[in-house]
């Protein structure tokens, strides 16, 4: 095994042991997956070339569904309330991706944060059935019929998400090393060739438009479970824009950057945050004006540029190297 | 609804319309010029207002004329342009035309986060409040219906000199038909000696400008509070859509359209309201997808 990638596994192995050293990270970990997999859902989308400023609609369509779920079972089911969130994402997926497939660019960008800025006032102005600002409480649901208690759930739910998690990531790398994945890179590049080939555009966007959906979809239930309730703070803007921002930081290029990057992020986020509360969104700004100028290629970029250095320097005696 | 309701939805509607209007144009024109849609022009707007509100506040209080508060609104309108636009296009902007879209969005994005809090810190989270230039232009009576003069004549008025005076700019003038050469072709607009660079950075602070001048005018009208420059970007980004991109007459329409719309369902269905730009905007994108006033460029391969 190379060490391009006998570092990444022991950076899995190490999250997936570390709540066992310090039980404080577990929720923590939790969330920074979670929220990698709408992270990674946005990476599909930009190897398309395509930014989606309101990729939070199918992350709270997903977490409202799941607390629903709960709500009319009276207590949940986890495994079915990450199923239904994830049905809901790619209904909703279909519908809007079907509209704004057409569009891209600023127009595909800002027609996202319009949808999902529809679904945010729904749930803000139908209080009766949302709960309004203060959302719905996600009563801690069982696992596969067995009543768990609060610690116990908590590191299932952390093994669940990072399974799901390593689960997508394989299946998200697949997918863009597949020819509709190149077929998406295309629409980057030159979306007329892809025309004149015989191949739909907007089909082959709208296949990974509704993949990014699935990803948000889980992570949405997941993040509404994780932290027992949901409130329409789970569709707004920002919460899309960290998404984007995530995504540039860890690197595009890669679905590594996703999880990275939701990594370094909730890691700050919560420990810097404290004292910097005030110019929190002025940090994020010159981060990523920062990681544009700099280091296009994100954390997973940089991590890639060390290791070719590393490599080619000691040229005479890289017996060991097997790729 | 009575005929009173329905002149009152109007008022509103076009009173509205105005102020997105001045937003919009600015969104717009830098658009058309420089090919990229600034996020960051909702904080010029936000910057804009607040300049007006606290600033006049002060000056107000200390016993000054509130009839400052109309030239107040101009120095704001300059000044955030030139102050925060001008460095924004130049130390930044001009460095990411060649970048790829997605990544010129985010840039501006960047900007505008680091705007929002920039206000955050100067003039943390309370909201403004500042009517004298409101209150000093009196009420007038139309109809039965008793409506300030600020938002029913003053505004409309200013909108339709800013829409006249940008079109005579742009036709009539040399800097303007060097805006409309680089628009047209950049790369032939360089090579007979127009200094791209210049025309950008003009275009950039006209448009940063007007919507902080935007701010300054809506800043008689409403609250000045954290959010609205989020709000406004949203709003205009609508209406520039619904217009056509880089439409400036176009965006007028649009503008009205979106501020009537608005301003009946306020009193229709109110729960509506805030989804009414939206739903306007993506019924006309889904009949027309370039806008109403847009055009289809042949893409190259």
């Known amino acids: ?323 | 609804m009575t005929l009173q309701l329905l002149a009152l939805a109007i008022f509103d509607g076009v009173a509205y319309a105005a102020l997105v209007f001045l937003v919009a144009v600015g969104l717009t024109l830098t658009f058309g010029v420089l090919k990229v849609l600034n996020i960051a022009h909702g904080s010029f707007y936000a910057m804009g207002a607040y300049i007006t509100a606290s600033i006049g506040g002060a000056i107000f209080a200390a016993g000054f004329s509130p009839w400052l508060a109309f030239p107040l609104m101009l120095i704001a309108g300059a000044l955030v342009g030139i102050v925060v636009g001008g460095p924004v296009e130049k130390l930044l902007l001009s460095r990411i035309y060649e970048l790829e879209d997605v990544l010129q969005i985010l840039v501006t994005f960047a900007v505008f986060l680091i705007l929002e809090d920039v206000q955050r810190l100067i003039w943390g989270g309370q909201p403004f409040f500042e009517s004298s230039a409101l209150q000093v232009l009196g009420t007038v009576d139309v109809f039965d219906i008793t409506y300030t003069v600020y938002q029913l004549i003053l505004l409309p008025m200013v909108a339709i000199s800013v829409l006249v005076s940008l079109r005579l700019f742009l036709r009539r003038t040399l800097m303007g038909k060097l805006i409309l050469a680089v628009t047209e072709d950049r790369e032939a607009a360089t090579s007979v000696g127009i200094n791209a660079e210049r025309v950008y950075f003009v275009t950039f602070v006209i448009g940063a400008s007007l919507a902080a001048f935007g701010g300054a005018l809506a800043s008689a009208t409403t609250s000045v509070l954290p959010g609205m420059g989020a709000d406004m970007i949203v709003l205009s980004f609508a209406v520039v859509a619904t217009a056509g991109l880089g439409r400036v007459e176009g965006a007028a329409v649009a503008a009205l359209l979106i501020g009537l719309g608005r301003s009946f369902a306020v009193y229709l269905w109110p729960e509506i309201e805030v989804l009414v730009p939206y739903l306007i905007m993506l019924f006309v994108l889904l009949i027309r997808p370039e806008g109403l006033f847009g055009t289809t460029h042949p893409r190259k391969i």
């Not at chain 1, 509209?99 to 944060?113: D, E, K, W």
């Not at chain 1, 949405?220 to 921002?245: D, H, I, N």
């Not at chain 1, 290629?297 to 940089?302: D, I, N, S």
Request: some cysteine; proline content about 3%; glycine content about 10%.
């Open chain 1, 1 to 323: 095994m190379s060490l391009r990638t006998f570092l990444p596994a022991v950076l899995v192995a190490l999250v997936a042991v570390l709540p066992m050293m310090a039980p404080t990270t577990q929720v923590l970990l939790t969330l920074a997956l979670a929220k990698g997999l709408p992270v990674l859902g946005v990476i599909v989308l930009l190897h398309a070339g395509q930014v989606s400023f309101g990729h939070a609609l199918f992350f709270g369509v997903s977490a409202y569904a799941a607390a629903f779920l709960a709500r009319v079972y009276g207590g949940g089911e986890l495994i079915s309330m990450v199923a239904v969130g994830v049905l809901a994402a790619v209904a909703v997926g279909l519908v809007v991706g079907i509209f704004v497939v057409r569009y891209r660019h600023i127009f595909f960008g800002m027609l996202n944060l319009a949808f999902s800025m529809i679904f945010f006032s729904v749930l803000e102005k139908f209080y009766y059935l949302t709960g309004g600002s203060d959302g719905l409480p996600v009563p801690r649901p069982t696992v596969a019929g067995f009543d768990m208690e609060r610690a116990g759930f908590e590191t299932v739910l952390f093994y669940l998400t990072l399974a799901l998690c390593l689960v997508a990531a394989w299946a998200t790398h697949r997918f863009l090393c597949s020819p509709i994945g190149n077929m998406m890179r295309t629409i980057k590049t030159n979306e007329l060739r892809l025309e004149y080939l015989g191949v739909s555009a907007r089909g082959v966007l709208l296949v990974g438009y509704l993949i990014s959906a699935v990803l948000c979809g889980i992570g949405g239930a997941l993040m509404a479970v994780a932290q027992g309730v949901v409130t329409p703070e789970y569709v707004w803007w920002v919460r899309s824009g960290e998404f984007v921002f995530i995504a540039i930081l860890g690197g595009s290029g890669s679905v590594s950057g996703a999880f990275v990057g939701a990594l370094i992020y909730e890691a700050v986020r919560t420990y810097a945050s404290a004292f910097a509360n005030d110019i929190w969104k002025m940090v994020l700004g010159v981060v990523l004006l920062g990681v544009i100028l700099y280091a296009p290629a994100g954390v997973a970029g940089l991590y890639a540029q060390v290791m070719d250095r590393c490599r080619t320097r000691p040229a005479n005696k890289t017996v060991d190297e097997d790729q």
